[in-house]
């Protein structure tokens, strides 16, 4: 699988997502587009992965997306 993702680097939703796709191991095709604006929040591309990274990864807002163990915050 290789992931499409509409990147707006200036949006830290945007990075968290990237940062999740990439740390699971996936090479994705970044479109990068400023205008980008996410319908989703950062932790719904867990619901589109096959694997996910080991964490933690943090949310925009400092919630856990994914723990310390691996596990969905």
Not at 43 to 63: H, I, M, N, T
């Amino acid at each position: 699988m290789t992931p499409v993702i509409y990147h707006n680097p200036d949006c830290g939703t945007s990075r968290n997502v990237l940062a999740v796709v990439e740390a699971a191991g996936y090479r994705p095709f970044v479109v990068t587009n400023k205008g980008v604006k996410l319908c989703r929040p950062s932790e719904a591309v867990l619901d589109l992965l096959d694997q996910w990274p080991q964490g933690p990864f943090l949310k925009e807002d400092r919630s856990v997306m994914i723990d310390a163990e691996g596990n969905r915050g």
